[in-house]
């Protein structure tokens, strides 16, 4: 998924400052998926849980995450392709209702974690977590289709202006 991520900053860093944002953020919930799950380069020597406050800060930062996405960046998203005519928007409505089922997980997730009342949950966060990244590699698949749909129609306005 870090990979992935940095294709998609490669490609769309910089054209815009809330998809810039967005990227970023999106970069500091992997880095700490990958410290909570243990993942290298963040992998613990002596095989235990991680604490408690790790996966609720982790939760924290998943809830901004998908909420960012849905009440910030779609709405820009579909704003934009609006001026770009039918095409895009179709797009758009293909992809959005696909992205939903990712936020419930999300959000399920979240509840299960960050509102639990002790820290005997933690013995499933690692089934818990191999779902959620399977989840959230679809979400970020979905949302860099959004990103490819606004990159190039901004393309071809610009070009077209030129």
Same mark, same amino acid.
């Given at each position: !998924?870090?990979?992935?991520?940095? /294709?998609?900053?490669? /490609?769309?860093?910089? +054209?815009? /400052? =809330?998809?810039?944002?967005?990227?970023?953020?999106?970069?500091? =919930? #992997?880095?700490?998926?990958? $410290? %909570?799950?243990?993942? @290298?380069? &963040?992998?613990?020597?002596?095989?235990?849980? @991680?604490?408690?406050?790790?996966?609720?800060?982790?939760?924290?930062?998943?809830?901004? &995450?998908? +909420?960012?996405?849905?009440?910030?960046? &779609?709405?820009? *998203? %579909?704003?934009?392709?609006?001026?770009?005519?039918?095409?895009?928007?179709?797009?758009?409505? $293909?992809?959005?209702?696909?992205?939903?089922?990712?936020?419930?997980?999300? #959000?399920?997730?979240?509840? /299960?974690?960050?509102?639990? #009342?002790?820290? $005997?949950?933690? &013995?499933?966060?690692?089934?818990?977590?191999?779902?959620?990244?399977?989840? !959230?590699?679809?979400?970020?698949?979905?949302?860099?289709?959004?990103?490819? *749909? #606004?990159?190039?129609?901004?393309?071809?306005?610009?070009?077209?202006?030129?």
């Amino acid at each position: !998924m870090l990979r992935e991520l940095e /294709k998609a900053e490669q /490609k769309w860093g910089g +054209s815009n /400052k =809330l998809i810039d944002q967005w990227l970023e953020n999106r970069r500091k =919930l #992997l880095v700490h998926y990958c $410290q %909570i799950a243990g993942l @290298p380069p &963040y992998t613990n020597a002596e095989k235990s849980l @991680p604490s408690f406050d790790h996966v609720k800060s982790f939760c924290d930062l998943l809830v901004d &995450y998908v +909420s960012e996405g849905h009440f910030e960046v &779609y709405d820009q *998203v %579909i704003n934009a392709c609006e001026k770009f005519g039918a095409s895009c928007k179709a797009t758009i409505q $293909q992809v959005l209702p696909q992205i939903t089922p990712t936020t419930h997980a999300a #959000l399920d997730f979240n509840d /299960k974690y960050a509102e639990a #009342l002790d820290d $005997q949950v933690l &013995y499933q966060l690692d089934k818990d977590l191999s779902e959620l990244a399977h989840t !959230m590699e679809t979400r970020f698949e979905l949302e860099d289709k959004l990103l490819e *749909v #606004l990159h190039s129609k901004y393309s071809e306005h610009a070009a077209q202006q030129a």
